[in-house]
T-cell receptor, first 111, second 113 residues
Framework: EDQVTQSPEALRLQEGESSSLNCSYT??????LFWYRQDPGKGPEFLFT???AGEEKEKERLKATLTKKESFLHITAPKPEDSATYLC????????????FGTGTRLLVSP | DTEVTQTPKHLVMGMTNKKSLKCEQH?????MYWYKQKAKKPPELMFV???????INESVPSRFSPECPNSSLLNLHLHALQPEDSALYLC????????????FGPGTRLTVL
């Protein structure tokens, strides 16, 4: 069965203090790994798709990377508006329509 | 139009009521999804429709009944729900390609009394 584990569960940063979130996964064959941002009471907002080990994608202060066993979401010089829950999800080869989500990392950036 | 809309935003219902949640997208996506999300938990897949046909049912109780009347609309009919069904219900859509990026609506916050 797919396993997606995110760490840390919660992270508190000062504005400008860079850090990384981790997503470890075990699937029989990875078709895609997705990062989403979710604000309280709202639907997840799509950030990135990563397809293969070694791939990197960037968007503003966020950079996502992928290895064969994990993905990192690097946040550079975060601002308070980056506060949210960041969700990682995987699709495996046999069920391309099914996203399996990790439990998320709740990020709080203080001014 | 690049968004998924859901109505209503909030719904309170009794255990004997019948209600429906509605989802709409105009991105030309041919896959649509229903997820359930409890507080501080990740979204859990309930149903998937591909080309307006039900392709995945994640063993959801029959008190939840999905319907896809056309390629832009997705409904979730609710009947005889239990208080533990209270949650945020999320709709998503995606192109039918693999891997596919799913785009989520804002959700309907459901409370069952």
């Amino acid at each position: 069965e797919d396993q997606v584990t995110q760490s840390p569960e919660a992270l508190r940063l000062q504005e400008g203090e860079s850090s990384s979130l981790n997503c470890s996964y075990t699937v029989s064959g990875l078709r895609g790994l997705f990062w989403y941002r979710q604000d309280p009471g709202k639907g997840p907002e799509f950030l990135f798709t990563l397809y293969s080990a070694g791939e990197e994608k960037e968007k503003e202060r966020l950079k996502a990377t992928l290895t064969k066993k994990e993905s990192f979401l690097h946040i550079t010089a975060p601002k308070p508006e980056d506060s949210a829950t960041y969700l990682c999800a995987v699709q495996e080869n046999t069920g391309f329509q099914k996203l399996v989500f990790g439990t998320g990392t709740r990020l709080l950036v203080s001014p | 139009d690049t968004e998924v809309t859901q109505t209503p935003k909030h719904l309170v219902m009794g255990m004997t009521n019948k209600k429906s949640l509605k989802c709409e997208q105009h991105m030309g996506h041919r896959a649509m999804y229903w997820y359930k999300q409890k507080a501080k938990k990740p979204p859990e897949l309930m149903f998937v429709y591909s080309y307006e046909k039900l392709s995945i049912n994640e063993s959801v109780p029959s008190r939840f009944s999905p319907e896809c009347p056309n390629s832009s609309l997705l409904n979730l009919h609710l009947h005889a729900l239990q208080p533990e069904d209270s949650a945020l219900y999320l709709c998503a859509s995606s192109p039918l390609q693999s891997p596919n990026e799913q785009f989520f609506g804002p959700g309907t916050r459901l409370t069952v009394l």
